[in-house]
């Protein structure tokens, strides 16, 4: 099993920025994908971005050149660093964790974090 926990939500005003943090607890020796969904009011869970162990990244078109995703390795933390916030991206931010490695083993599942609020407004 992995525990994700994620932290870094909060209220900020259209223009500004928020950082999220994600960290897996558990055992593990490596993990092959973290990143982040969200989910607005009414609306579908969304990729928000992906970061790989070999370092590749995948944004949502809504975010791009706004969001930068990063994890120094494959047991990192996750980051998510959101500048020039809108309105539209006031949502649920949910960490996720997929293809971990243990000592002999290999477990495809994914996992999520609780979810931390980012609400954008003035």
């Known amino acids: 099993q992995v525990q994700l926990l994620e932290s870094g939500g909060g209220l900020v005003q259209p223009g500004g920025s928020l950082r999220l943090s994600c960290a897996a607890s558990?055992?593990?020796?490596?993990?092959?994908?973290m990143g982040w969904y969200r989910q607005a009011p009414g609306k579908q869970r969304e990729l928000v971005a992906a970061?790989?162990?070999?370092?590749?990244?995948n944004y949502s078109d809504s975010v791009k050149g706004r969001f930068t995703i990063s994890r120094d390795d494959a047991k990192s933390p996750v980051y998510l660093q959101m500048n020039s916030l809108k309105p539209e991206d006031t949502a649920v931010y949910f960490c996720?964790?997929?293809?971990?490695?243990?000592?002999?083993?290999?477990?495809?599942?994914?996992?999520w974090g609780q979810g931390t609020q980012v609400t954008v407004s003035s």
């Open positions: 996720y964790a997929a293809g971990i490695w243990r000592e002999g083993d290999f477990d495809a599942n994914a996992y």
């Open positions: 970061h790989t162990r070999t370092g590749s990244t």
């Open positions: 558990g055992s593990f020796v490596m993990i092959n994908v």
